[in-house]
């Protein structure tokens, strides 16, 4: 069986190549950066040279595959590249579904999310949920446009593609928002939890690969499977992590409703200065909102399961241990938070300032 993989380097690619090469697969996987070639042949895919924006360059590598999974994409939290977001999110996955359909390709994976739903208000929903907006980020929206106006319309017109729709994935390498909030809560740079109330689903990357596979050997044409893990909210996922590792949480808890106002002022902030993605104004109102589907169908159709947050999660904080530096002292780790919290006082401040010289 002969698998073409877009994405092979990214956080869930890389686990999709890895799988499929142990299960046998001969893998063919799409490589922009001479970096990213030498990591997918030392695992032993096969590479071809190209990029999602150009179709000629995955003809060759994609011709004659069984399954073609598309899991190259644009995500970062705060970023202002939103033509970055529709090039990659939206033209690449055009690109590369219809090069599969154009090639005759019997099955093909789309791998898009559980954020083209927007805020489910905190309501966990299944795949015939539907909302066309308003968007949060520009990851939202961008995902939403290539699903709802890319891969729905080929599904329509008879393309055998299956849509993979993995909610918050963590794990081993994780640089995305929940594996920043784990290593900052390790290395005791949490000062305050912001949005407790913040409704988001846990699955690890390995399992969410396993998921994608078995929508492609198992998955009906047409169909689409969500593929995420319990559905808990941020302040007791914290307060998990804390009974995990034996670090004690932050007392202090910021709702959304005082974060979310604030989001313009990080974006003034960040043209002063460099800030994290989690400062980022997109962050501020990811935290007002909730994104929670159910896995029920790909669970009873495809078989998939997951592993728990507590095997899943010890295993990412041992990854961390083993490449951060050691975490602070209790006593520097308090004196942080104390000093977190005066910066974000302050920043309040300086907020409601400019709120009440707007309103002279």
Known sequence: MKAFVTGGTGFIGQHVVGQLLERGYEVHALA??????????????????????????????????????????????GSQEWM????????????VLRLAVELGVPRIVYVSTTAVFGDTRGEIVDETFFQGGPFVTEYD????????KVAVPLIEQGAPVIIGMPGGVYGPGDHSLIGTLMERFYLGKMPAIPGPEFGYTYAHVEDIAEG???????????????????????????????QLIGKRPPVIRIPARFLVPMAPLFDSLSNIFPLPEIYSSEAA?????????????????????????????????????????????EVRVRERRLAGLALLSAAILLFLWLLDRNRD
């Not at 977001?85 to 033209?91: D, F, G, L, P």
């Open 141 to 148: 929206r961008t995902k939403w446009l290539a699903h709802y």
């Open 285 to 329: 109102r990811i935290l007002g909102v909730s994104y929670m589907g159910r896995s029920d169908k790909a669970r009873a159709e495809l078989g998939w399961r997951t592993r728990s947050m507590q095997e899943g999660m010890s295993q990412t904080f041992n990854w961390i241990a083993d490449t951060s530096p050691p975490p602070e002292p």
């Open 32 to 77: 922009h950066s001479e970096q990213s070639a030498a990591e997918l042949s030392s695992r032993g895919a096969a590479v071809s040279y190209g990029d999602i924006g150009d179709q000629d360059s995955m003809w060759e590598g994609m011709s004659g595959s069984d399954v073609v999974f598309h899991a190259a994409g644009w995500y970062k939290i």
């Open 212 to 242: 994608l596979i078995l929508a492609a050997e198992k998955g009906k044409p047409g169909e689409s499977y969500i593929l995420t893990g319990p559905a808990v909210p941020l302040g007791e996922v914290i307060d998990f992590w804390g």
């Open 84 to 95: 970055k977001a529709e090039r990659i999110n939206v033209a690449g996955t055009r690109n």
